[in-house]
């Protein structure tokens, strides 16, 4: 299998300066509108007429959609032409936001939010796969630090973008950004973006691309629904059961199609894949929890605006960024491996550093240093991770390459929310209790809910209020702490990993095979 690139019409250095912009405005686009609607449940809820179920669901079946289509549609790009699959993804995801932004009811919007989740699975490993299958070797790795960087840092930025709009104006000014920046990503991808694709005698793999579906949806499907519905109701368990035997499933079917298979399985015997995998969900899963729980720290606890909370994690993105794009650099100098040991131990320390110094008087403050630290910490992580997944796959798999770092980002956001949110759940009940004293007992079991069911159950508490609204912030303050050691564990379990498993070398190029296997293996496994 070859892809279709001819050299002469290779781009050069402005060319490639412009693709890089192209593919990372898409992403950005994609990215800002994962987390977007968060900053304004109570306005959708409001003007649409929804519960709150169905505000998450319109929030949720977003990511759902994008993470489950992933794999497949980044296979398709690899086969009809990375630039197609690319600009129909643009196209579909900007004429969906456009409809979200006047959608009259809230029927309308969750389709168009699906709808939305179709294109972004199109866009986001395409974007990665053109920078891969585009950029020379000696370039690639700067280029994939970029591409890092607002992967990791762009969905902060879409929050505060997003943030300041719903102050500013109203919900539906949400979709202005994305639907600009796609319009922005079209216009320099028809003009710029050169098109490859694979040439294969394997039909596509259908049947592990539905399994793949089907596995994906029930495990995310799992970890959205176990904090709202409980861990142990019938749907939650259900979910669990699906998404576990269909990825059984797919791995026995992708064992049996060799060559065929939409991913071969066996190459996870290969460090640099799965230390890249397993970086990546498990960095990616504690820095969502993270974030789930920065936020009402700063909103129930600080007392701080939606606006003001986000204005609050941009130091943390801004030097994820930068040493996202620094990370290639340094990997070049001491190895990839000993980059992302580096990265995750300045992480696992920046998280360990807020769990021991985290206050509710010390604020801001207490927080700042171990957030920069795990931004530093991140950013290096991160960026060879990704060149060690897409360095594991040939040239004409870029797609499902691609597709298989973002699948791993989504899978680990969700793992983190879910586990470190039920952790901080779990900590700040069992905190509360020993704190209400005297409280009335409907109050009490009011502010067990939650910190923010506790400060507004403060204001008809009467003499009760100050001591209660105290109680609750020092209780989310623990669970918190909870939460966050949790993750540092994690970290250290991570770190030994990759020190004992990680990559031993700098990915190799994507056209060429990695050095401890021969060419006839390769061919053999795709």
């Not at 190459?267 to 995998?277: D, H, N, V, W």
């Not at 010390?362 to 997944?389: F, H, K």
């Amino acid at each position: 299998m070859n892809p279709i690139q001819s050299p002469a019409t290779a781009p050069d250095a402005r060319q490639r300066r412009t693709i890089l912009t192209a593919v990372c405005v898409a992403l950005m686009a994609v990215v800002a509108s994962v987390s977007g609607l968060n900053v304004a449940q109570p306005d959708l809820a409001v003007d649409l007429g929804a519960s709150q179920s169905t505000v998450l669901w319109i929030i949720n079946v977003y990511t759902l959609t994008l993470a489950a289509l992933l794999l497949p549609l980044g296979a398709v790009g690899d086969r009809l032409g990375r630039k197609p699959v690319l600009v129909t993804g643009l196209i579909l995801f900007g004429l969906a936001g456009a409809v979200a932004g006047l959608a009259p009811s809230a029927g309308v919007m969750l389709a168009a939010r699906l709808v939305s989740g179709v294109g972004a699975a199109m866009i986001m490993p395409i974007t990665l796969a053109v920078i891969t299958s585009t950029f020379p070797a000696e370039e690639r790795g700067r280029a994939i630090g970029v591409w890092t960087g607002v992967a990791g840092g762009g969905g902060i930025l879409g929050m505060f973008l997003s943030a300041a709009l719903v102050d500013a104006a109203n919900w539906r000014r949400l979709f202005v950004l994305p639907v600009v920046l796609v319009i922005v990503a079209l216009a320099m991808a028809l003009r710029s973006v050169p098109d490859s694709r694979e040439t294969t005698p394997h039909p596509f793999d259908t049947t592990g691309a539905l399994t793949s579906v089907v596995a994906v949806v029930g495990i995310v499907f799992c970890l959205q629904e176990g904090p709202v519905r409980g861990w142990s109701a019938p749907a939650t368990l259900l979910g669990l059961a699906v998404g576990a035997l269909a990825t059984l499933a797919f791995v026995v079917g992708e064992l049996r199609r060799g060559r065929a298979a939409l991913l071969d399985v066996r190459l996870f015997r290969e460090r640099g894949l799965a230390g890249g995998s397993i970086t990546l969900l498990a960095v990616f899963g504690v820095q969502a929890g993270i974030f789930v729980v920065l936020f009402p720290f700063f909103q129930a606890v600080l007392g701080w605006s939606g606006l003001l909370s986000t204005v609050a994690l941009m130091p943390m993105a801004v030097l994820m960024m930068a040493t996202s794009g620094l990370a290639p650099r340094l990997a070049e100098r001491i190895g990839a491996r000993a980059t992302m040991a580096g990265g995750i131990a300045v992480a696992g320390a920046g998280l360990a550093l807020m769990a021991a110094v985290v206050s509710v008087d010390g604020g801001y403050l207490s927080v700042l240093p171990g957030m920069l630290a795990m931004g530093a910490g991140m950013g290096l992580s991160m960026t060879p991770s990704t060149q060690a997944i897409t360095g594991s796959l040939p040239s004409e798999r870029q797609g499902v390459a691609s597709a298989l770092n973002d699948v791993t980002r989504e899978l680990g956001t969700a793992l983190g929310v879910a586990l470190l949110g039920a952790l901080l759940s779990a900590g700040y009940r069992s905190a509360i209790d020993t704190r209400l004293g005297s409280v009335p007992e409907e109050t009490a079991d009011t502010a067990r809910e939650g910190v923010a069911n506790a400060i507004a159950a403060s204001r008809t508490a009467g003499p009760d209020a100050r001591s209660l609204v105290r109680a609750a912030q020092e209780s989310f303050v623990d669970g918190w702490q909870r939460a966050m050691w949790a993750g540092v564990v994690v970290m250290g379990a991570l770190l030994l990993y990759i020190l004992l498993r990680g990559p031993q070398r700098p990915a190799p190029a994507v056209d060429e095979p990695p050095a401890d296997r021969p060419a006839c293996e390769l061919g053999d496994s795709v």
